[in-house]
T-cell receptor
Framework: TQLLEQSPQFLSIQEGENLTVYCNSS?????LQWYRQEPGEGPVLLVT?????EVKKLKRLTFQFGDARKDSSLHITAAQPGDTGLYLC??????????FGAGTRLFVKA | GAGVSQSPSNKVTEKGKDVELRCDPI?????LYWYRQRLGQGLEFLIY????????KSGLPSDRFSAERTGESVSTLTIQRTQQEDSAVYLC?????????????FGPGTRLTVL
């Protein structure tokens, strides 16, 4: 069974602080994605990484895919209250089935 | 264009009753997924349809759960003899044809409460 473990499960920080969220697995994935979900809505894709060692930047968000394609991290610089939400990593297995981690719930205080 | 829609948005039922949840994917999307999200938790994979291939049912938690899809359009998730532990938000997602790293487009979900 392929599993994705996210840490931390919950993070509460002050506006302006930096943070990193981790997504780990013992399995290799053809791609990893990060989604953000707000209350009452479905998750929305932030980024897809497909190449081992890949780094992608999206404004204040930096995403890394591990060299072995088993893990990923999301780093947010100078967090803002608008970053508050549930961050989910998702891995695509053989056969194109997508599985999700349990998520990291981020709360950024003004 | 229209996104993924789900109905009903909320469903309250009594233990032991059957419920049917509906998902209308984005037109032209060949892949369709159902996930379950319990309060404060991540997404639990239930079932995956890809075109005319046999669905991947490996995530269905029991034989009370079943799902169907008509061609590449509407899908229904049926839960028979509902139990209180079935209470959750049921999310549907669709995506374009099978390419690595494709984006999933989610509906707003159906919140199911079993009393």
């Amino acid at each position: 069974t392929q599993l994705l473990e996210q840490s931390p499960q919950f993070l509460s920080i002050q506006e302006g602080e930096n943070l990193t969220v981790y997504c780990n697995s013992s399995s290799v994935f053809s791609s990893l994605q990060w989604y953000r979900q707000e209350p009452g809505e479905g998750p929305v894709l932030l980024v897809t990484v497909v190449t081992g060692g890949e780094v992608k930047k999206l404004k204040r968000l930096t995403f890394q895919f591990g060299d072995a394609r088993k893990d990923s991290s999301l780093h947010i610089t100078a967090a803002q209250p608008g970053d508050t939400g549930l961050y989910l990593c998702a891995g695509e297995t053989g056969g194109f089935k997508t599985i999700f981690g349990a998520g990291t719930r981020l709360f950024v205080k003004a | 264009g229209a996104g993924v829609s789900q109905s009903p948005s909320n469903k309250v039922t009594e233990k032991g009753k059957d419920v049917e949840l509906r998902c209308d994917p984005i037109s032209g999307h060949t892949a369709l997924y159902w996930y379950r999200q319990r309060l404060g938790q991540g997404l639990e994979f239930l079932i995956y349809f890809q075109g005319n291939s046999a669905p991947d049912k490996s995530g269905l938690p029991s034989d009370r759960f079943s799902a169907e899809r008509t061609g590449e359009s509407v899908s229904t998730l049926t839960i028979q003899r509902t139990q209180q532990e079935d209470s959750a938000v049921y999310l549907c997602a669709s995506s374009p044809s099978g390419l690595a790293g494709r984006r999933l487009y989610f509906g707003p979900g159906t919140r199911l409460t079993v009393l």
